[in-house]
């Protein structure tokens, strides 16, 4: 394995947690703007250029920028710009990070940086949902009055948190139905032993449910399929934007829905920091470094 | 199926929902003492006796009454005696109640009524065991930063609980070690496929966990067990009173650790009611009624 | 739903489990060249051609002919050329049959027929891997002297067999490692809780394994790697032709080695039936029937 | 751990296999009566004396002697009694053998011999209802046209076999029901997530089932039950003799009726070999040896 050189600048505790795994595998690293927790075995640099200087890989966080251009740094004392950061790095340089806007591929293109988004690869996405369906199963024992066990559940779309969610439900014994809009799909939903319906042909189905989740990110439940669910049944959507649930209509019928984005975060930082190194590990070795 | 006249007082949620439950199983249902709540369908007598009067089955709270004599009625809006209710009850009635202490039953005989503790019945605790286990994989997932997909937990003890919270977790994905005392009980160990531990020489074999379950009632995680254990690992007592794990000792060695009791009341109220009603018809199956 | 006429022409058991099927569903079905049995409910023809008048959608065997131009009908007493069956269907008819080679799609299309190839289809072949998967199962338990329970198991390529045969292992027990080539299929392999293997490097990883299965169809396994496994090792391929074990080198190396072909129609054909008629009603359903 | 000298005489497989295993731990092993295969890195003696000379524990065969005093050595070239073997073992050493009726334990006293029955103990039985349950899922996956996922399954008993077979089936995505005569194993039977029946009220329940299986040694299935089974329903019997079905009446009723026994030693003889030795450890270990 290359012993490399890496600058891990903002981000949350994910990142913090990537810079002491990068360090606990021998590489070198220097961290800025993550200065509220102090990660083991790193670099405090006192200016992105400082941090960044001699990196082999930088990493930026995840998103890089929620919104516009102020650089996503909740850790840190400061506020940044993505500007000034890309001011601190070089072209030479491996630059990641996730969820990147064209706007910031622009800017980043003005300074000849190519940015590499970890957070749309699909390693990290499966990753990823293995924590996304972990913290719906939290929310779904917590915020109903039955056990899990035996609890009829409804999975709206079988994508890649539509599966592993499935899965982990029917584990904890729950009677599960999944819905998809392929036949390849709905094949696989039988083979896994959940029952079967089409995402596209949902209404008159949605009654006798306990809890149902969506997980497809485009207006699936609107009012008048809301209107069909049983008033004890918890609604869980975990969609990103513009998220998959009408939450107007659904406070309007007395329906106890939640909208959980970002559980990964949330539910398990360390396990994302592992998971955004070995994906940048992945990024790195089709690059053509050994790591 | 008869149609019975039930009398349910006092208790939590659980009781009012057990007697929603045999309101709509068709019974006459009077209750008395879980007034601040106002289960559908069901008479709300103005006094114990108006309740009990020509019940042929009473129902009381779990536990029955937790200190000395004080009956245990939280959604009432007054303070009752175990003994004013017992005056209010009759010999030919069925008494159902949970957690009945030798004390309890030493007036009941007073009173010359005979009393059941459904709490006592197996079906009643493996059932709850679901419930416990539900809420186990929940503070597993919220008390820790990785997923429970891969983490590595001990289960210590495999009576009912350590039995589905085994089952559950590797359900989950996780990596399970559970450890039991008899030789049978190891090689059930290693039917589920779960890895195997003596739970009397877990000296020497505690390092190493994600998360670390007790449910054994007696103190088996000791300060020199508890010193074996990693400092990230989460500590989970299932355990009823007085615990399994010294938890002053779990404190000075910094340990993350949670004493977890009434899981099933507090994750699953209505699978709760549920599961007391089946348990209470049982009992009255074994006195000759049909229900 | 729409009352059809079909004509199932040829074929084994599963098209004759098919026949009775579509019967069952209120279809009218002729049959022809399936004599030796005598599915249920449904007419007999004395030729092609007076099978399949009237049919609004015919159903050919599959593979539609194995070999040249012999139609595939071993339930028939007599041989028909699929130039003569192809003969009695008219250009208006729906028709439908397996593994259709480009000769044989462009006799067709000499006599203006169109066809569709239901083994071509995502979701029959998504179905039929639960089929293959019992069969691979039944072989590993019936042809090692150890139990599939904590067998330690390989699963080589992560596509449709290759999912459900691992689902279906670790679900008896086994310690299952699955391998794939791309980094989304690994993190699949991580997700459900399998050990993760690149299939690109096996080499140097083969040893210790009780059973390998083979699910790639191209020389995954030459001499080099069989070399590493273990001499008890069960290896078996489950790809089709040309398979991915070199057989002759397995056997020069005394390893125990078998190649599992057309698993579904021998340990499930009443079920590979049902499989057949849903796909063949997806197919009409595209065509704008209502099935 | 000590270094013990064993001798092995007769058996089959699963004692060759043992002799093997006890010698692969370090131990002095020697066998006589199961010459016709050769166990690695023991001797061969050439009477049971011989073998038996030293020797601090003996391992006898599973059974002893299945017919009055035979002694049960399929892999001898020669025939033995049990009195002759009892005649060359001393009152010091450790006896263990497997299925010992009254008769013999009465012959063993004669000579002042002990017996430990490791067919007896609980964590053999336990592990063999491991490999009985896997010979259940091969026998139904062989022996039906349909798949097993998605199979409707009845279990008759919930003891050893019957949890084990349970768990099987439904993780091979079976719909599995499984009966009991308590109201606690009932509890268990819902906990892990089957149906739940009344082994004593199967009579109207029995139709409807694809594969019923019976675990339970005593008469279950008169004619009266097994005329309610549909006749494509395969029925498979575990039970130990007498059964628990009526043969007769099943072959009378033209029922698919299989009675499987012996299941461990056919399907998994190297794996019963590993249980015996376990099992024998733990004989030693409660003896005081240290093994």
Not at 21 to 33: R, W, Y
Not at 34 to 61: E, F, G, H, M, T
Not at 226 to 232: Q, V
Request: hydrophobic fraction near 45%; glycine fraction near 8%.
């Amino acid at each position: 394995m290359d012993n490399m050189k890496f600058a891990v600048i903002g981000g949350d505790m994910r990142q913090a947690k990537l810079a002491e795994l990068l360090a606990a595998d021998g590489h070198n690293v220097s961290t800025f703007a993550i200065d509220k927790i102090k990660p083991v075995n790193v670099i405090y640099a006192d200016s992105a250029q400082a941090a960044a200087k001699d990196a082999q890989c930088v990493v930026l966080p995840l998103p890089i920028a929620p919104k516009s251009q102020i650089f996503n740094a909740p850790l840190s004392e400061n506020t940044h710009t993505v500007e000034t950061i890309f001011k601190s790095l070089k072209p030479e340089q491996v630059i990641c990070a996730g969820r990147i806007s064209k706007e910031i591929y622009e800017m980043a293109a003005k300074h000849r940086l190519g940015l590499s988004d970890y957070y749309a690869r699909e390693e990290l996405a499966v990753s990823n949902s293995v924590a996304t369906a972990e913290g719906a199963v939290k929310i779904a024992i917590e915020e109903t009055s039955i056990t899990l066990g035996k609890a009829k559940c409804l999975v709206i779309g079988f994508g890649r948190i539509g599966k592993v969610l499935s899965h982990r439900l029917k584990a904890m014994g729950a009677d599960v139905t999944a819905s998809a809009r392929s036949y390849g799909d709905m094949a696989w939903i039988d083979a896994y032993g959940y029952g079967v319906e089409n995402t596209e042909r949902l209404y008159g189905k949605l009654s006798g449910y306990d809890i149902v989740f969506n997980t497809v990110p485009a207006r699936v439940l609107d009012e008048r399929l809301l209107s069909e669910i049983d008033k004890e049944c918890l609604c869980v959507d975990l969609a990103s934007k513009p998220g998959g649930m009408d939450f107007i209509a659904a406070s309007k019928l007395g329906l106890h829905a939640i909208w959980a984005l970002s559980l990964p975060g949330e539910v398990a930082p360390v396990t994302s920091g592992v998971i955004i190194r070995d994906t940048i590990y992945n990024i790195l070795r089709e690059m053509g470094w050994k790591v």
